[in-house]
């Protein structure tokens, strides 16, 4: 949280309570939440505010840098508070995205033709498959 609040003071974003719940709800759900869920969280403490600003407030975080925009296989967008380097588990069922970390794989060479064209921001690898909930109940 410190480095939440210190990371919106250097891009002149006002920490309001408002904001700070935000963040925590992202905090809270380890399940890569798209606007809409961490809207229907915030609701239950802050019934009053809207769903553009929660929208507003994520994309704001993302551009700052406390949290990440992650690949999404839908048309929501969903949004990480994990920014440190880790991968994906993506359930093509239930559109679960679960983390793991893995070394080998944060070492995972760029194609010399692609890095030359693109310039490479992030890597990260994405395995898709069927959650072990999905597995069972199919
Ligand atoms: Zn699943
Ligand atoms: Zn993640």
């Known amino acids: 949280m410190e480095l939440f609040i210190e990371r919106c003071r250097q891009n002149g974003l006002k920490v309001t309570p ?19 869920s961490v809207y229907r969280k915030i609701t239950e403490a ?33 949004f990480d508070s994990l ?3 880790h991968h994906h588990l993506h359930c093509v069922k239930c559109g679960l995205i679960t983390d793991f970390c893995d070394p080998s794989l944060d070492e995972v060479k760029v194609p010399e033709q692609i890095a030359k064209l693109f310039t490479v ?16 109940s199919a």
Do not use: W
């Open 83 to 85: 920014t440190d380097r």
């Open 46 to 78: 802050y019934p009053t505010i809207s769903f553009d600003t929660v929208n507003r407030t994520l994309l704001t975080f993302a551009q700052i840098g406390v949290i990440a925009m992650v690949e999404s296989y839908s048309v929501a967008r969903r």
């Open 121 to 136: 921001l992030g890597k990260r690898v994405v395995i898709s498959g069927i959650c072990p909930d999905c597995a069972k």
């Open 18 to 36: 408002q904001r700070m719940a935000i963040y925590k709800v992202l905090i809270e759900s380890a399940d890569h939440p798209s606007a809409d």
